[in-house]
C-alpha cells in the first residue's frame, strides 16, 4: 500500500531563515504530489503540485519543492522564512484516476522563532 | 467567489447517536470528496462523489456514509457514534475527479463525542 512519511514532527526555524521539510513517498510509479499548509482551525490550502516534467515545482508564498525519483522524495523549501508561515504543513500523494482519494502523510509543524 | 463551505462548524455529539454534517462545494465544481483528520494525524480519505455517483471509499466502517445532491452539495453521516470519531471532517470539491483539478477544502466541522 502506498504511504507518505514525514520524518519531522516540529521543526522551529528563524525568522528570515531557510526552511526545508522533507516528504519520502512509497509506491510504484510516480505518484501526483502535492504539498498542503493548515493554520489553526482551517482547512487545507494547495501550495504547489507536481505532476510530471520539470522536477522543481514553484508555489504559492514563496514556497518551492524538488522531486526526486531516486529518492522517492518531494521535499518543500523556502529561501527565508515569515512569521506568518508557522503553520501544520502535509505532503500529500495522489494516484492515477484520483478515485482512492489523497493520501497524507502525518504533518510538520513550522514554528517561527522571532 | 466563495469556496466551499461546511456546516455546522462544531458539533458535539453523544456515543450511539447519528450526524449528518453538510457540505457545498464550490460553483462549477462536481466532485466532492470527505476526509477524517484525528488530532495530531493528517486527513484520512472516507469517500468521494462525482455527478452523484460514488467513486471511491476509503477504509470505514459502514456506519459511514455519504450521498450527493443534484447541485452537487454533499452529506456525510455518521451512525452509531464512538469516541474515536472525534475528529475534524473536511469537505473538498474539484471540477473533476483526475488529479489535474486539486482539491479545494473547506475549513471543516470539528466534531467531538462524548
Known amino acids: 500500500a502506498q504511504s507518505v512519511t514525514q520524518p519531522d514532527i516540529h521543526i522551529t526555524v528563524s525568522e528570515g531563515a531557510s526552511l526545508e521539510l522533507r516528504c519520502n513517498y512509497s509506491?510504484?510509479?510516480?505518484?501526483?504530489l502535492f504539498w498542503y499548509v493548515q493554520s489553526p482551525g482551517q482547512g487545507l490550502q494547495l501550495l504547489l503540485k507536481?505532476?510530471?516534467?520539470?522536477?522543481l515545482v514553484q508555489g504559492i508564498k514563496g514556497f518551492e519543492a524538488e522531486f526526486k525519483r531516486s529518492q522517492s522524495s518531494f521535499n518543500l523549501r523556502k529561501p527565508s522564512v515569515h512569521w506568518s508561515d508557522a503553520a501544520e504543513y502535509f505532503c500529500?500523494?495522489?494516484?492515477?484516476?484520483?478515485?482512492?482519494?489523497?493520501?497524507f502523510g502525518k504533518g510538520t509543524h513550522l514554528i517561527i522563532q522571532p | 467567489d466563495a469556496g466551499v463551505t461546511q456546516s455546522p462548524t462544531h458539533l458535539i455529539k453523544t456515543r450511539g447517536q447519528q450526524v449528518t454534517l453538510r457540505c457545498s462545494p464550490i460553483?462549477?465544481?462536481?466532485?466532492v470528496s470527505w476526509y477524517q483528520q484525528v488530532l495530531g494525524q493528517g486527513p484520512q480519505f472516507i469517500f468521494q462523489?462525482?455527478?452523484?455517483?460514488?467513486?471511491g471509499r476509503g477504509n470505514f466502517p459502514d456506519r459511514f456514509s455519504a450521498r450527493q445532491f443534484p447541485n452537487y452539495s454533499s452529506e456525510l453521516n455518521v451512525n452509531a457514534l464512538l469516541l474515536g470519531d472525534s475528529a475534524l471532517y473536511l469537505c473538498?470539491?474539484?471540477?473533476?475527479?483526475?488529479?489535474?483539478?486539486?482539491?479545494?477544502f473547506g475549513n471543516g466541522t470539528r466534531l467531538t463525542v462524548t
Open positions: 509506491y510504484g510509479a510516480t505518484p501526483y
Open positions: 500529500a500523494v495522489g494516484f492515477s484516476g484520483g478515485a482512492d482519494g489523497l493520501t
Open positions: 462523489y462525482y455527478e452523484k455517483e460514488e467513486r
Open positions: 507536481y505532476f510530471s516534467g520539470d522536477t
Open positions: 460553483s462549477g465544481h462536481k466532485s
Open positions: 473538498a470539491s474539484s471540477p473533476g475527479t483526475g488529479w489535474n483539478s486539486p482539491l479545494h
